[in-house]
């Protein structure tokens, strides 16, 4: 209980720091700070670029997932790969992939093309996840009541998906209110690459963080929205027994359009970013390849990831644990910090580490166990949903048994309950491990004088037009992710456990 | 193999009273049946009995030594108890032999002559050893559970229900696999159920547990045939209920005059029989009208409406079965337990003596 509500308020430090810094300012401070043609402009800009963002995720996700979840569409299983596909390529570059082709993309219709193209997967996967899991036999009932395909869409599929893809939707507003890379290399201003423009100018102002309150305001908005909009309703299959196979709907002449729309989402998404970072990886070597830096850098970047993903794991253990084994409030209470605290973007935990880091021990400034802890505070959220997940697989019922064979506690930790644990701990490190590998925000900002890692010396060359050197860094960067994507494109209905799921059958 | 004693054990979750004060005796080398309705606290009893819970108060002795009660309760893992768990919670990490062994002392953990011959006495192949526990049936799960939890060599095995999750079919068999492999150990056993066929075929004595008291701790045929209340009557099996007046050890009843089955003070009574002894025929007799027949094969059962508007219903042989409307005479066999009318639960007269088993 007391290591969860410690790492509950790691995970608070950021949304302190803001309330703590609008304190020292005060009221007048604020209006004069807040209150100007210059965040007025930065609100319009990241509002629509949100909004838009939604709601071409959101017609997308779900499209493509009715596409290949319902319909006879060819290909379904390349598609859904395909669809997937963008997650392994980081925003920023697939920001670079476009602007180095195309010079004038600089656009609020380039930043929309790219955050959306980007972030689509985060509606389309809930989406499918959500197909899957309806029962066939309410369509066919609702088919059986006279109801046209696009009518079972709108009236049967579509209220079963709504809170898969409020929560897509929620994920995708969060992500690009905190985007930095991709926009700032496209020259689109929103909030965060302010903050980071003001952080940079000023160092820490009080500018930077009371722009950075604004932003948070935003996230607190967005989440609150959520909360409301989801209500309280639970859909659920009634009735015990595998679902039947879904019988898929024909499209006829609808086939063509269907594979052209699926094929330009992919070749906007998939094909372009890889045939640019081809490109530039055939101009750069040709320049000369510099192996060893480039080693050193992979080499800093998985070391500083390995190191995120235990330390990050280790704090989510008490919290997934309490969650599950002492439901309550208090329990309820420090789990969601930790997701709220999550949900602040990257640049305003850095800023945030910053400051607390010199005011109260100047020694860790810049330091990796400042990195370490802001790793911790951005994706603490992925290591706790799986370890909670895991802990739910494994029941009290074995322990109990286990006390009855006469195993002792510390044996039963062992013999037990770290054997089920185990696949959900190892799948939450290694959503971090992936996280941290293409983290550009806060490593940018916290990173130690010297450290590079791929993103930042990615960023580095990018930022100086250096396209040909920023290539590489790019490709080690989707390699690496690559295999995690996979994984993630099969797992959709299923967990991470497939294992420790199918337990004992009735 | 012990015996078990709980005393006066009472149980409480927050203000909810879940225990109020049971006794239970349980006599070595025998199996005992709780029986009860969903929520009644057999499930919680036993979970005292195992450790996993601690009473309010009470104490639970096994084999003569105190585990619950008296001073530091002894750990679940102290206690040599062999728990079988609804759904058999196997560990998913472990095979079957991983499974069976577990309670063994590490030496004898990889002993495959062990694990065979435990599998062998819940009845299932040696073969089955390196499977892991979701390649394995319902039924073979629940084996697998006894054969873990009879390898330590417990003083007493506890079940949760381990037929309830089972299809009717596998039931059956996984049920006499049990009990063949609980009597061949020799084992004393608590079984807990809501199924009262079960209780009654599984057990050599039942307690039927309500409201958190034991309401009769006997073996299954005085039970069904000597309950001590209509409750308990109708819990059990199901009943025919009728009223009439006891004069001399008889009573005068819409079926006729029934002869008692135990000595009542004459007055006003109402009369338990069992469907079964209901014979039906088209001869002279009292009258009922037939008003569904639900045909099972092997037997049927016939709901009957008497002149009063009472409904009853009849067990008879699946053979020679009336039609819905028809009018047919009713003839009873045996005798019937009476329960003097006015007596606050339904107080049972003063049975003549413990029926033999």
Same mark, same amino acid.
């Given at each position: 209980?007391?290591?969860?509500?410690?790492?509950?308020?790691?995970?608070?430090?950021?949304?302190?720091?803001?309330?703590?810094?609008?304190?020292?300012?005060?009221?007048?401070?604020?209006?004069?700070?807040?209150?100007?043609?210059?965040?007025?402009?930065?609100?319009?800009?990241?509002?629509?670029?949100? +909004?838009?963002?939604?709601?071409?995720?959101?017609?997308?996700?779900?499209?493509?997932?009715?596409?290949?979840?319902?319909?006879?569409?060819?290909?379904?299983?390349?598609?859904?790969?395909?669809?997937?596909?963008?997650?392994?390529?980081?925003?920023?570059?697939?920001?670079?992939?476009?602007?180095?082709?195309?010079?004038?993309?600089?656009?609020? %219709?380039?930043?929309?093309?790219?955050?959306?193209?980007?972030?689509?997967?985060?509606?389309?996967?809930?989406?499918?996840?959500?197909?899957?899991?309806?029962?066939?036999?309410?369509?066919?009932?609702?088919?059986?009541?006279?109801?046209?395909?696009? $009518?079972?869409?709108?009236?049967?599929?579509?209220?079963?998906?709504?809170?898969?893809?409020?929560?897509?939707?929620?994920?995708?507003?969060?992500?690009?209110?905190?985007?930095? %890379?991709?926009?700032?290399?496209?020259?689109?201003?929103?909030?965060?690459? /302010?903050?980071?423009?003001?952080?940079?100018?000023?160092?820490?102002?009080?500018?930077?963080?009371?722009?950075?309150?604004?932003?948070?305001?935003?996230?607190?908005?967005?989440?609150?929205?959520?909360?409301?909009?989801?209500?309280?309703?639970?859909?659920?299959?009634? $009735?015990?027994?595998?679902?039947?196979?879904?019988?898929?709907?024909?499209?006829?002449?609808?086939?063509?359009?269907?594979?052209?729309?699926? =094929?330009?989402?992919? =070749?906007?998404?998939?094909?372009?970013?890889?045939?640019?970072?081809?490109?530039?990886?055939?101009?750069?070597?040709?320049?000369?390849?510099?192996?060893?830096?480039?080693?050193?850098?992979?080499?800093?970047?998985?070391?500083?990831?390995?190191?995120?993903?235990?330390?990050?794991?280790?704090? /989510?253990?008490?919290?997934?644990?309490?969650?599950?084994?002492?439901? $309550?409030?208090?329990?309820?209470?420090?789990?969601?910090?930790?997701?709220?605290?999550?949900?602040?973007?990257?640049?305003?935990? !850095?800023?945030?580490?910053?400051?607390?880091?010199?005011?109260?021990?100047?020694?860790?400034?810049?330091?990796?166990?400042?990195?370490?802890?802001?790793?911790?505070?951005?994706?603490?959220?992925?290591?706790?949903?799986?370890?909670?997940?895991?802990?739910?697989?494994?029941?009290?019922?074995?322990?109990?048994?286990?006390?009855?064979?006469?195993?002792?506690?510390? !044996?039963?930790?062992?013999?037990?309950?770290?054997?089920?644990?185990?696949?959900?701990?190892?799948?939450?490190?290694?959503?971090?491990?992936?996280?941290?590998?293409?983290?550009?925000?806060?490593?940018?900002?916290?990173?130690?004088? %010297?450290?590079?890692?791929?993103?930042?010396?990615?960023?580095?060359?990018?930022?100086?037009?250096?396209?040909? !050197? !920023?290539?590489?860094?790019?490709?080690?960067?989707?390699?690496?992710? =690559?295999?995690?994507?996979?994984?993630?494109?099969?797992?959709?209905?299923?967990?991470?456990?497939?294992?420790?799921?199918? +337990?004992?059958?009735? | 193999?012990?015996?078990?004693?709980?005393?006066?054990?009472?149980?409480?979750?927050?203000?909810?009273?879940?225990?109020?004060?049971?006794?239970?005796?349980?006599?070595?080398?025998?199996?005992?049946?709780?029986?009860?309705?969903?929520?009644?606290?057999?499930?919680?009893?036993?979970?005292?009995?195992?450790?996993?819970?601690? @009473?309010?108060?009470?104490?639970?002795?096994?084999?003569?030594?105190?585990?619950?009660?008296?001073?530091?309760? #002894? @750990?679940?893992?102290?206690?040599?108890?062999?728990?079988?768990?609804?759904?058999?919670?196997?560990?998913?990490?472990?095979?079957? *032999?991983?499974?069976?062994?577990?309670?063994?002392?590490?030496?004898?953990?990889?002993?495959?002559?062990?694990?065979?011959?435990?599998?062998?006495?819940?009845?299932?192949?040696?073969?089955?050893?390196?499977?892991?526990?979701?390649?394995?049936?319902?039924?073979?799960?629940?084996?697998?559970?006894?054969?873990?939890?009879?390898?330590?060599?417990?003083?007493?095995?506890?079940?949760?229900?381990?037929?309830?999750?089972?299809?009717?079919?596998?039931?059956?068999?996984?049920?006499?696999? #049990?009990?063949?492999?609980?009597?061949?150990?020799?084992?004393?056993? #608590?079984?807990?159920?809501?199924?009262?066929?079960?209780?009654?075929?599984?057990?050599?004595?039942?307690?039927?547990?309500?409201?958190?008291?034991?309401?009769?701790?006997?073996?299954?045929?005085?039970?069904?045939?000597?309950?001590?209340?209509?409750?308990?009557?109708?819990?059990?099996?199901?009943?025919?209920?009728?009223?009439?007046?006891?004069?001399?050890?008889?009573?005068?009843?819409?079926?006729?005059?029934?002869?008692?089955?135990?000595?009542?003070?004459?007055?006003?009574?109402?009369?338990?029989?069992?469907?079964?002894?209901?014979?039906?025929?088209?001869?002279?007799?009292?009258?009922?009208?037939?008003?569904?027949?639900?045909?099972?094969?092997?037997?049927?059962?016939?709901?009957?409406?008497?002149?009063?508007?009472?409904?009853?219903?009849?067990?008879?042989?699946?053979?020679?079965?009336?039609?819905?409307?028809?009018?047919?005479?009713? *003839? #009873?066999?045996?005798?019937?337990?009476?329960?003097?009318?006015?007596?606050?639960?339904? *107080?049972?007269?003063?049975?003549?003596?413990?029926?033999?088993?």
């Amino acid at each position: 209980m007391l290591l969860a509500a410690a790492v509950a308020a790691l995970a608070l430090v950021p949304l302190g720091h803001i309330v703590v810094a609008a304190v020292g300012v005060g009221w007048d401070g604020i209006t004069e700070l807040v209150f100007r043609p210059r965040v007025a402009e930065l609100l319009v800009n990241t509002v629509r670029l949100v +909004g838009g963002a939604v709601v071409v995720c959101v017609v997308l996700g779900v499209g493509a997932a009715w596409l290949v979840e319902r319909s006879a569409v060819p290909g379904r299983r390349v598609w859904h790969v395909l669809l997937v596909a963008p997650l392994a390529v980081p925003a920023f570059v697939t920001s670079y992939a476009w602007i180095s082709l195309l010079p004038g993309f600089d656009t609020y %219709g380039g930043a929309l093309l790219v955050v959306s193209l980007s972030y689509a997967p985060f509606v389309y996967l809930p989406a499918v996840a959500a197909f899957r899991g309806l029962d066939p036999a309410l369509e066919d009932t609702a088919r059986g009541l006279g109801l046209s395909t696009w $009518g079972v869409f709108r009236r049967v599929q579509l209220p079963q998906l709504r809170v898969a893809v409020l929560g897509g939707a929620l994920l995708v507003a969060l992500h690009v209110l905190a985007e930095f %890379g991709a926009l700032a290399m496209l020259r689109y201003p929103t909030f965060t690459t /302010a903050v980071y423009d003001q952080y940079r100018a000023t160092f820490n102002g009080p500018g930077a963080t009371m722009l950075a309150g604004v932003l948070v305001l935003l996230c607190l908005v967005l989440l609150l929205a959520e909360i409301r909009l989801r209500g309280a309703r639970g859909y659920a299959r009634t $009735g015990a027994g595998a679902a039947r196979a879904v019988r898929p709907v024909r499209l006829g002449a609808l086939t063509a359009p269907a594979l052209l729309a699926l =094929a330009a989402v992919v =070749a906007l998404s998939v094909a372009v970013p890889l045939v640019s970072l081809v490109r530039w990886m055939a101009t750069g070597t040709s320049a000369g390849l510099d192996v060893d830096t480039l080693a050193t850098t992979t080499g800093t970047t998985l070391a500083l990831a390995a190191a995120a993903a235990v330390v990050t794991t280790v704090f /989510a253990l008490p919290t997934g644990w309490l969650a599950v084994r002492r439901r $309550g409030p208090v329990a309820t209470l420090l789990e969601r910090s930790t997701y709220l605290g999550s949900a602040v973007p990257a640049i305003v935990i !850095a800023l945030a580490l910053v400051t607390v880091s010199i005011r109260l021990v100047p020694g860790l400034y810049q330091t990796v166990p400042v990195l370490l802890a802001a790793y911790a505070i951005l994706f603490l959220p992925r290591a706790i949903v799986t370890v909670r997940a895991a802990v739910e697989q494994s029941p009290p019922l074995h322990d109990d048994v286990a006390a009855s064979l006469g195993a002792s506690a510390p !044996a039963r930790l062992w013999r037990v309950t770290l054997p089920l644990l185990a696949p959900g701990i190892g799948a939450g490190a290694a959503l971090v491990f992936l996280a941290v590998v293409t983290e550009l925000t806060a490593t940018l900002l916290l990173a130690p004088t %010297g450290t590079t890692t791929l993103a930042t010396a990615f960023w580095s060359a990018s930022s100086a037009l250096e396209y040909g !050197a !920023a290539a590489p860094y790019a490709v080690v960067m989707v390699l690496l992710s =690559a295999p995690a994507t996979v994984l993630l494109s099969r797992d959709v209905s299923r967990d991470v456990l497939p294992a420790a799921r199918r +337990g004992p059958t009735p | 193999m012990s015996a078990l004693s709980v005393t006066g054990v009472t149980k409480s979750y927050g203000r909810t009273p879940v225990l109020a004060g049971v006794d239970l005796h349980v006599p070595a080398g025998t199996t005992t049946a709780l029986l009860g309705p969903s929520g009644c606290g057999k499930t919680t009893l036993l979970r005292i009995v195992a450790g996993f819970d601690d @009473p309010d108060a009470g104490t639970v002795e096994l084999g003569g030594r105190v585990v619950a009660g008296a001073g530091r309760p #002894v @750990p679940a893992r102290r206690r040599g108890i062999g728990f079988v768990p609804q759904e058999g919670g196997l560990f998913p990490h472990l095979t079957v *032999a991983g499974n069976v062994a577990f309670g063994l002392p590490r030496r004898l953990r990889r002993d495959r002559a062990r694990v065979a011959s435990l599998l062998e006495l819940v009845g299932l192949d040696a073969a089955l050893a390196d499977r892991t526990p979701h390649q394995l049936s319902g039924g073979q799960q629940q084996r697998v559970a006894l054969a873990r939890a009879l390898a330590p060599e417990p003083s007493l095995v506890l079940l949760d229900e381990p037929f309830s999750s089972l299809d009717a079919s596998l039931r059956e068999d996984t049920r006499r696999a #049990v009990v063949a492999a609980l009597r061949a150990t020799g084992a004393t056993a #608590v079984l807990v159920t809501h199924d009262q066929a079960e209780a009654l075929s599984t057990a050599d004595q039942v307690a039927v547990l309500r409201g958190g008291v034991l309401a009769q701790l006997a073996d299954p045929r005085t039970l069904y045939r000597d309950p001590r209340d209509l409750d308990v009557a109708a819990f059990v099996g199901e009943a025919v209920v009728l009223d009439g007046d006891a004069v001399g050890g008889r009573v005068a009843s819409e079926l006729g005059e029934l002869v008692l089955g135990r000595a009542c003070p004459d007055g006003p009574v109402r009369v338990l029989l069992r469907p079964e002894q209901l014979r039906l025929s088209a001869g002279p007799g009292p009258r009922a009208r037939v008003c569904a027949v639900d045909f099972y094969g092997h037997d049927a059962r016939v709901e009957l409406e008497l002149p009063s508007g009472r409904r009853v219903s009849a067990r008879t042989e699946g053979g020679d079965l009336p039609l819905a409307g028809a009018e047919v005479s009713v *003839a #009873v066999t045996g005798t019937a337990v009476p329960f003097p009318v006015g007596t606050p639960s339904g *107080a049972p007269c003063p049975s003549p003596a413990p029926a033999p088993a």
